[in-house]
């Protein structure tokens, strides 16, 4: 099965079988491998060793983000997040219920915010001490700039906490660039082609040293996975890891640097989206975002009119292919996924089996 969609990604037969060992996460081995990664992860960070700290957590990428904003955002604090999709969504939620206080900068979900938009925004509340902002939105595709929204974030003097999760490893970011930067959060999985099961935070250590104790939960207190690391060696865990996802993110990350790193992942998610998005426009269907705002993650597109999504997600899974049975614009949407160890002609034989699920279905193509 190919499964185009933006997490869980298709991985490499050679991370998954990684996975078919046993193993303890505090043998000394393991534990070398374990630290070896961090450092690996704050490199393709662009963090600099000493300066900056990779923390893991482990669980879903809304784990990771939720250590975060407990972490650095005080409790009954304010925070800002441009709502242009629905993980600025859970971003907003999940802040709420951990007692802060988000304030949603209302931004369509067909572009990215405007550094002009981020700038009003922070200038109408001197109340909050973060912008919090997602890369790479996964519900549409469309990008919110680090590289233009930083320098507005640093010039008001706040902070920001980045959710990279569909973005990192193939979007360009260089922590040492951005010291507005608290925390840049993603996981195991997508772009970096890791089994699910680990959220990664990098990190200024200073500032998460300064906020150790104050996330109102040890679980989700990145100080205390530092204090740890400090404590018992950045080889150890505070509680047990997923170990066989670790193991095969350590494979996963092997694969990457062989690649070519980010800029060759980021080239071939570029070309697996060039040849989707022609390809369904050839077959009448229509891209829900103008080229201009469309990211390399994902790419959406309108459903036609009476248009049946479990069916076609049926159709293509007899052919061997996987989407999300599920949209989560504003429109009704066809989302599929350009990321994971999916190769370009792969991503060909994906059109060819659109094209047939859409025949079986009876829709005509446009005219
Ligand atoms: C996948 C994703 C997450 C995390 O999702 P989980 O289901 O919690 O792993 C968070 N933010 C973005 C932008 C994502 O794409």
Same mark, same amino acid.
């Given at each position: 099965m190919?499964?185009?969609?933006?997490?869980p *990604?298709?991985?490499d037969?050679? &991370?998954r079988?990684?996975?078919?060992? $046993?193993?303890a996460p505090w043998?000394?081995?393991f /534990? +070398?491998?374990?630290?070896?990664?961090?450092?690996?992860v704050t490199?393709?960070?662009?963090g600099?060793?000493?300066?900056?700290?990779?923390?893991?957590l482990?669980?879903?990428?809304?784990?990771i983000?939720?250590?975060?904003?407990?972490?650095?955002v005080?409790?009954?604090g304010?925070?800002?997040?441009?709502?242009n999709g629905?993980?600025?969504?859970?971003i907003e939620?999940?802040g709420?219920?951990?007692?802060?206080r988000?304030?949603p900068v209302?931004?369509p979900?067909?572009?990215?915010?405007?550094a002009a938009?981020?700038?009003?925004?922070l200038a109408?509340?001197?109340?909050?001490?973060?912008? *919090?902002?997602?890369?790479?939105? &996964?519900?549409t595709g469309i990008?919110? $700039?680090?590289?233009?929204i930083?320098?507005?974030v /640093? +010039?008001?003097?706040?902070?920001?906490?980045?959710d990279a999760?569909?973005?990192?490893?193939?979007?360009?970011f260089?922590?040492?660039e951005?010291p507005?930067?608290?925390?840049v959060?993603?996981?195991?999985?997508?772009c970096?082609e890791?089994?699910?099961g680990i959220?990664?935070?990098?990190?200024?250590?200073?500032r998460?040293?300064e906020?150790?104790?104050k996330?109102?939960?040890?679980?989700f207190d990145l100080?205390?996975?530092?204090?740890?690391a400090e404590?018992?060696?950045?080889?150890?865990?505070?509680?047990?890891?997923?170990v066989?996802a670790?193991h095969?993110?350590?494979v996963?990350?092997g694969?990457?640097?062989a690649?070519?790193g980010?800029?060759?992942r980021?080239?071939r998610?570029r070309e697996?989206?060039?040849?989707?998005?022609e390809?369904?426009?050839?077959l009448?269907?229509e891209?829900y975002?103008?080229?201009?705002?469309?990211g390399?993650?994902?790419?959406?597109?309108r459903?036609?009119p009476?248009f049946?999504?479990?069916?076609?997600?049926?159709?293509l899974?007899?052919?061997?292919v996987?989407?999300?049975n599920?949209?989560?614009?504003?429109q009704?949407?066809i989302?599929?996924?350009c990321?994971?160890?999916v190769?370009?002609?792969q991503m060909?034989g994906?059109?060819?089996?659109?094209?047939?699920?859409?025949?079986?279905?009876?829709?005509r193509?446009?005219?």
């Amino acid at each position: 099965m190919l499964l185009l969609t933006p997490g869980p *990604v298709q991985t490499d037969p050679r &991370t998954r079988a990684a996975m078919a060992v $046993d193993i303890a996460p505090w043998d000394m081995e393991f /534990r +070398a491998e374990y630290a070896a990664i961090r450092e690996t992860v704050t490199a393709i960070a662009g963090g600099v060793p000493g300066v900056h700290a990779t923390l893991p957590l482990q669980g879903a990428g809304h784990f990771i983000m939720e250590a975060a904003i407990r972490t650095f955002v005080p409790e009954g604090g304010a925070y800002l997040v441009p709502m242009n999709g629905t993980y600025a969504g859970r971003i907003e939620r999940l802040g709420r219920e951990a007692g802060r206080r988000p304030i949603p900068v209302s931004v369509p979900d067909t572009r990215g915010v405007t550094a002009a938009e981020a700038e009003a925004a922070l200038a109408a509340h001197p109340e909050a001490s973060h912008w *919090v902002m997602v890369y790479s939105e &996964t519900g549409t595709g469309i990008v919110n $700039d680090p590289a233009a929204i930083g320098p507005v974030v /640093r +010039a008001a003097g706040r902070r920001m906490i980045l959710d990279a999760v569909s973005a990192f490893g193939a979007l360009p970011f260089t922590l040492s660039e951005h010291p507005e930067v608290d925390a840049v959060a993603f996981t195991s999985n997508k772009c970096l082609e890791g089994m699910p099961g680990i959220g990664f935070a990098v990190c200024p250590v200073d500032r998460v040293r300064e906020r150790a104790g104050k996330a109102n939960s040890w679980s989700f207190d990145l100080g205390d996975v530092l204090l740890h690391a400090e404590r018992a060696g950045w080889g150890s865990y505070r509680f047990t890891p997923p170990v066989q996802a670790l193991h095969a993110f350590g494979v996963a990350m092997g694969l990457y640097e062989a690649e070519g790193g980010q800029p060759a992942r980021l080239a071939r998610y570029r070309e697996n989206l060039r040849i989707l998005i022609e390809g369904a426009t050839a077959l009448g269907l229509e891209p829900y975002l103008d080229a201009e705002h469309q990211g390399p993650i994902i790419a959406t597109f309108r459903q036609p009119p009476g248009f049946d999504l479990q069916g076609f997600v049926d159709a293509l899974k007899r052919r061997g292919v996987l989407i999300s049975n599920f949209y989560t614009t504003e429109q009704p949407t066809i989302r599929i996924g350009c990321i994971g160890a999916v190769t370009p002609d792969q991503m060909r034989g994906a059109v060819v089996a659109m094209g047939e699920a859409l025949a079986e279905l009876g829709v005509r193509r446009a005219a």
